[in-house]
Nanobody, 122 residues
Framework: QVQLVESGGGLVQAGGSLRLSCAASGRTFSAYTMGWFRQAPGKEREFVAAITWGGGRTYYADSVKGRFTISRDNAKNTVYLQMNSLKPEDTAIYYC???????????????WGQGTQVTVSS
């Protein structure tokens, strides 16, 4: 069982930065691929980034590649999403999730956090 709690969301101007954190409970955190997803009003949840259990592989949506960086600290049971050069279209609720196996498919993720709001003003 893994419980996830996101933090770090907020309001930022376009071009600014935010760092999201996701704290996990559970002794097997290091066994999971961790992902970030987002959902904007009226839109479906979409993949943002993922990192495998050892951090050896990372995956990004084309829309955030070069602007967002995912990382993890298994000693702290925490995964991060550094978001730079934010755009108004990045506005969404951001969720972290955990999956066994390397995947970017939301349906493969077994555990989800409650989400944190990110709002980018123009």
């Amino acid at each position: 069982q893994v419980q996830l709690v996101e933090s770090g969301g907020g309001l930022v101007q376009a071009g600014g930065s935010l760092r999201l954190s996701c704290a996990a409970s559970g002794r097997t955190f290091s066994a999971y691929t961790m992902g970030w997803f987002r959902q904007a009003p009226g839109k479906e949840r979409e993949f943002v980034a993922a990192i495998t259990w050892g951090g050896g592989r990372t995956y990004y949506a084309d829309s955030v590649k070069g602007r967002f960086t995912i990382s993890r600290d298994n000693a702290k049971n925490t995964v991060y999403l550094q978001m730079n050069s934010l755009k108004p279209e990045d506005t969404a609720i951001y969720y972290c999730a955990a999956a066994l196996g390397a995947t970017i498919n939301a349906h493969d993720y077994d555990y989800w956090g409650q989400g944190t709001q990110v709002t980018v003003s123009s």
